[in-house]
């Protein structure tokens, strides 16, 4: 299977769970444990491929000139990644079938999760730094749906929106580490960059660069000081932390740590950052395990305190070290999924996760409690289980580190205190829980879970056990080939056997166990009955409260400055901003001055003169007559557009002239009906002393300001026309059009094929901003007096009372009074299509294009709305401009993958000439289908504008006492 259908697999899963009922709760887990099934299956496969160190790359060219390649690459590391990612998700899968409950809408929750494990895979598998973070970030967007799932409950909206801010702001600073990081080696792609690690360090931004991608890595896996999110994020279901904290969203920083490593690590800043923040993490997160009284919780903060263990081990710079991070990572990932899933099944049967109130449940549901307690001991780093393999060799390598005396003795001490709380914490979640006597206050009588809700606990134990008895046989190729990426190549000395002699590592290890069962006897019955409320020492430094307190700062700050530097009023707040636009561009012109070019003058004409000082006359009087009357100052705004759209053909480009005159049409219709809604200007009695000075001032100053804004633009224009513009640029398109572009229009060309991405781009803006037109409309209800009929309309009909209350009969009487109009608008719409459709066909090779023609069949839909009213022409067609929308987008964007499928960057035009009958010879480009998208999204989106704000005409008249009941007003201009 194709590595890129393997990264697609999970997200048409997602989609196709998202369509499947509410109640298809069987559906929706098979559909989910067959997609991460046959994943992990193909994956398995290409194990021999990348056992001896080989890379499987496949890449599809997308913005080579700028280094944005799709490229997915799996080595050893990305592999023993991705089996993860796949393998506990069939896992969870499977037990999130029998946790979720029927009430719950589980489409959503598995779309979700399928989602989420596209993400993870795609940001394992990806061989380019943008892509990677890309991939970073949609794992972010999507835990954080999957943590606020249960939206109805508070903690779970803020333990998600506490997850989304910490790690999308880290995702920030991960993106401009990235640029610089690619800046510095001269390419985004992964290869380039992990062989570059001696020019990385060598150059003046490697600090700059490490400390931002850090921070984004760090944040991710919740390492200190970024470590508060995580334990909030566990008012998700069982089932998302389980796959959270084993394989996916935390596990995300340290493998960026580890697949950054070759390039990043080996230099005194990325030890003292590393592994400072590695340690803190690990003692904080272990001291806070202990005192936890909620199971979830317990685990958290061990998560926390295990991934600052990986952490430190990749920040020692030492190979052996990052080998031991990678084995932890696997040891990691079973026994934590493991014990969620036990912790999840006591929840589940018990109806809480408070310690305080279990005990006994050895009694009651003894197979679960044998698992819960053999992963417990794994996470402790008991001998025979694969924790303590990894804590072995991490004690190893604190002992044997080479660096300064008190960093040499601190190290072993950190790692033996560490281990120390873990088995405390370790035995908080078996002997408080499964031993003492039953407990008889609990919500649920607990008995056994079904049988396969325990079959994933079951096989992780077992991959505990398995690889805690036989390391080198079960996991030392797998071991080789994940950590040889990492370490660039070549694998250093190391051994899995399970004795190695009463050595330093095995006399931390003894101390760590035994004082951890002491120091447990000596906290038992406090923490029992509940005496720590928040743990000792360290509980009043509340990540939590110091983040929600910034946020409640900044919020402040924002609404100050809100205060002083902001107004209601629209006048004032046009006028900063343009004043800024102005004191923004003399920046430039202050340092660098403003000079003419030498290019020869083109003699002037009257005529041109003429019609630009008419326009500058009718702007003149728009400003005059904008206050009292609008209509007319509409009218005269409208005469300088058609002065554009004539400079346009005085200049020869036709195409902008036709685009000009189009919008000039488009936006006097928006204008109409957004002046529609605007209350009449009622002159004050008694004006108040002063006003009419403040007034005149208040004028003068806009008229300084339009003055040199104007003047300004003048000068720029003038200074720019005079200089002579670079051949090598109209040279390159109007050479390339026609043999590359398949079209002789060389502005149509360059919108559809050379700037392509560029109106993609556009064209989904497009699609924004009418999606948020139409959503902010929705509730909008203007005031009755600013919807009343016309005079003339009122004289046809008296009783309006009783047209509002019987729409046909307001209908009626509309089209009475527009009755020729109304046929004339009716019999032009055919002739406007026909147009529409001759300015689309001929726009790749004379001027017109999608665009135009787009705009074109809009104001023919919007005439028959404006003369026959909104009724009537909803009544007799139904055009669904959403549709448009998303079919054109969808068009758009299918054409341009079309030409991925043949090899070709994205976008590429591919030309074809076919003879058809009668027709003849027809010379077809590729492009021809973009145009399409582009045509179907503008009309659509000029539509659902236009017709939105027409709407309220319909709307406003709706009774209270029936909501139902519509009436037309007889027009929407």
Known sequence: MSLIVLLLLPFVGSCLAAVLPHNARNSESILAGLVALIGTVQMALLYPQIADGGVIREEIAWLPSLGFNL???????????????????????????????????????????????GAMLGLVMSGNLIQIVFFWELTSLFSFLLIGYWHHRADARRGAYMALMVTGAGGLCLLVGVLLLGHVVGSYDLDTVLASGDLIRAHALYPVLLTLILIGALSKSAQFPFHFWLPHAMAAPTPVSAYLHSATMVKAGVFLLARLWPALSGSDQWFWIVSGAGACTLLLGAYAAMFQNDLKGLLAYSTISHLGLITLLLGLNSPLAAVAAVFHILNHATFKASLFMAAGIIDHESGTRDIRRLSGLVKLIPYTATLAMVASAAMAGVPLMNGFLSKEMFFAETVFITSTAWVEIALPVVATVAGTFSVVYALRFTVDVFFGPKATDLPHQPHEPPRWMRAPVELLVMACLVVGIFPAQ?????????????????????????????????????????????????????????????????????????FERSLVLCMRLARRLERKLTTRRLQPQLFMLVLMAVLAGLIPFLSNGLSWGDRPKIPGSGVFVLLWLIAIACALGAAWQAKYHRLAALTMVGVCGLMTCVTFVWFSAPDLALTQLVVEVVTTVLILLGLRWLPRRIEDAMPLPGSENRARVRRLRDLVLATVVGGGMALLSYAMLTRPTPNHISSFYLSRALP?????????????????FDTLGEITVLVAVGLAVFALLRRFRPPKESIQLPAQQRLLAPDVVTDLVNPRSANDTALGFMMVPAVLVRLLLPIAVVVSMYLFMRGHNQPGGGFVAGLVMSVAFILQYMVAGTQWVEAQMRLRPLRWMGTGLLCATLTGAGSLLFGYPFLTTHTAHLHLPLLGDIHVASALFFDIGVFTVVVGATLLILTALAHQSVRSHRPSSQPKAVASTGGVA
């Open 740 to 756: 590359e572009g398949g079209g002789s229009n060389v502005v149509n060309v360059m919108l559809v094929d050379f700037r392509g």
């Open 474 to 546: 079960s996991v030392g190729p797998i071991l080789a080939t994940a950590a040889r990426p990492v370490v660039g190549g070549t694998l250093p000395e190391y051994s899995l056997a399970i004795w190695h002699g009463l050595n330093a590592p095995m006399i931390m290890s003894l101390i760590a166990m035994s004082a951890g069962v002491v120091l447990y006897l000596l906290l038992r019955k406090q923490l029992k009955r509940g005496r720590f409320v928040l743990p000792p020492l360290v509980g009043r430094f509340n990540g939590k409260r110091f």
């Open 71 to 117: 490229v997915l690459r799996i080595d050893g590391f990305a592999w023993l990644f991705s089996m993860l990612v796949l393998g506990i998700g069939t896992l969870v899968a499977l037990y999130a079938r029998y946790y979720m409950s029927p009430e719950d809408p589980v489409p959503r929750f598995f779309a979700f999760f399928l989602a989420f494990m």
